[in-house]
């Protein structure tokens, strides 16, 4: 069983940075697909980041040349590093693992992710 862990949310202003960091236990991830997805209430998580095993990273169209999504395989763990961050990009964000080698061209897409960390939340003020 993996158990993810995220870390590193918090309140900046709009035009700041956060790095977020997503840590897994119990299984290592390195060859698979891991994911960052956000959430605010009412509407339905989005996928925000998705990186291969081999480092090949997609992103959101909403979030491309602002946010850096890595991985650290010999540290078991997953980075969003978020920078201009906009009043929009507030959430809750959380990381997910998908137990395949690519993420393929649904990366986006929480229902063939299969393990879930518990959330940080992100506020960005104006």
């Known amino acids: 069983q993996v158990q993810l862990v995220e870390s590193g949310g918090g309140s900046v202003q709009a035009g700041g940075s956060l790095r977020l960091s997503c840590a897994a236990y119990?299984?290592?991830?390195?060859?698979?697909?891991m994911g960052w997805f956000r959430q605010v209430p009412g509407k339905e998580r989005e996928g925000v980041a998705a990186t291969n095993s081999d480092g090949y990273t997609r992103y959101a169209d909403s979030v491309k040349g602002r946010f850096t999504a890595s991985r650290d395989n010999d540290k078991n763990t997953l980075y969003l590093q978020m920078n201009s961050l906009k009043p929009e990009d507030s959430a809750m964000y959380y990381c997910?693992?998908?137990?395949?080698?690519?993420?393929?061209?649904?990366?986006?897409?929480?229902?063939?992710?299969?393990?879930w960390g518990q959330g940080t939340q992100v506020t960005v003020s104006s």
């Open positions: 997910a693992v998908r137990p395949t080698y690519w993420c393929s061209d649904n990366w986006y897409s929480k229902q063939w992710y299969s393990y």
């Open positions: 119990g299984y290592t991830v390195s060859s698979f697909c």
